[in-house]
């Protein structure tokens, strides 16, 4: 059976990134038990945390949804797709 890289497959994807317009943002107070999960569960690794702090990036967005599902009540202040074209753009190798 042949394994499927999953970076290698992500990294085949382009992004058209709206840097004026985040598509998604963190409520300013951030509940650390709420960042865990989207940690855990963010299929592009977006959320991280260090001895600095939180951190997300909305630029590597592949528009899955999950971090709406799971936290739109709690640490996710605003879910938007991104406007027009821009987004991840899909490539299959
Ligand atoms: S929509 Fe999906 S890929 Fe984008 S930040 Fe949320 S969990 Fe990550």
Do not use: Q
């Amino acid at each position: 059976m042949n394994k499927v890289n999953v970076d290698l497959k992500l990294g085949l994807n382009k992004f058209f990134v709206d840097e004026s317009n985040a598509h998604i943002e963190l409520t300013d107070k951030i509940n650390e038990k709420e960042f865990k999960k989207l940690e855990f569960a963010c299929p592009a690794g977006l959320y991280k945390k260090d001895e600095s702090g939180f951190h997300f990036d909305y630029a590597g967005c592949l528009e899955c949804g999950t971090c709406r599902i799971l936290c739109k009540d709690t640490i996710i202040k605003k879910w938007e797709y991104p406007v027009g074209t821009l987004g991840v753009e899909y490539r299959n190798g």
